[in-house]
């Protein structure tokens, strides 16, 4: 049977989870960020954990941002086969969720309407939207503001088939290691292994926001996320880029089938807020 959602909904629930997203850390980060604080070996690093979860609690309890850079609205949607949208477009309907967002949240609005030219755009629309089509009758929003300091960290890499294994694995701690202190560590590493150039990296996007601390079903996938995460930790790099044993918060992979020639890797890169809000509807 069909379901039908009115685009009017979307809208709602959009403008909701940018302003819930910029506000307040996701449970999942906050649990990561305390155990972080909790085992950091630096003096200086732990100072630095604990302003920054002093910073969340103000934005919290202030309702201000969690940092000053509210991102570029990355929203992905999972859609039921089974559900019909009425009432508007609904390319639409999700820029204006994003619009009544940034606007009723008083949030920075980053967004420029041509790459060169340079015009903001004055309400950080249009979002980039990635749309999968999926079994049901529901629809799963993950809104997830992404910050430019970390954004502009990222890699992605072509590599060879011959690579293998340990050229992926030397390909994130290079971009991890060339990326230092400018993508405000803790940082959480998202990574997308195969498909094409573009798959990869919107696989890496997605992984950013899984569950951090949770891993991949796939066993040398989760036995990688963790020795990754290790060895990202002991580069010294550390909070703030000061020094320390906390780089990382958590490391996050995503894999899917690619061709014989290629083995395509991204890794994005994002600061310790790493927001992302999910909802079903």
């Not at 999700?94 to 755009?121: A, C, H, M, W």
């Not at 060879?160 to 060339?178: Q, R, W, Y």
Request: glycine letters at 10%.
């Amino acid at each position: 049977m069909i379901r039908e959602i009115n685009v009017s909904e979307l809208t709602e629930n959009i403008r909701e989870m940018c302003i819930q997203a910029n506000y307040y850390l996701s449970p999942d980060m906050e649990e990561r960020l305390q155990q972080a604080a909790e085992t950091e070996e630096s003096p200086l690093g732990r100072k630095i954990l604990f302003q920054l979860q002093e910073n969340l609690e103000i934005a919290s309890s202030e309702m201000i941002p969690i940092c000053q850079d509210t991102g570029m609205a990355v929203i992905f949607m999972e859609i039921g086969q089974d559900v019909h949208f009425t009432g508007g477009d609904f390319e639409e309907a999700v820029n204006e969720g994003v619009r009544l967002g940034y606007l009723d949240g008083y949030l920075r609005k980053s967004v420029v309407k041509d790459p060169l030219i340079r015009e903001n755009t004055k309400d950080n629309t249009p979002a980039v939207i990635h749309t999968a089509i999926v079994p049901g009758d529901q629809v799963k929003i993950t809104v997830a503001p992404k910050g430019f300091g970390s954004e502009n960290m990222s890699r992605i890499f072509m590599l060879k088939p011959a690579d293998g294994m340990e050229g992926v694995k030397h390909a994130i701690l290079t971009a991890v290691k060339d990326a230092g202190p400018n993508a405000c560590p803790p940082i959480v590493v998202g990574v997308g292994i195969g498909g094409t150039f573009e798959k990869c990296a919107v696989m890496a996007k997605q992984a950013l926001t899984r569950k951090a601390g949770s891993h991949s079903e796939i066993p040398y996938v989760k036995d990688m996320e963790e020795e990754l995460l290790e060895k990202i930790n002991r580069l010294g790099i550390g909070p703030g880029g000061l020094g320390g044993t906390t780089t990382a918060l958590a490391v996050n992979i995503n894999t899917y089938p690619t061709h014989i020639a290629g083995l395509p890797v991204a890794v994005n890169i994002c600061c310790h807020v790493n927001r992302h809000v999910v909802r079903t509807i």
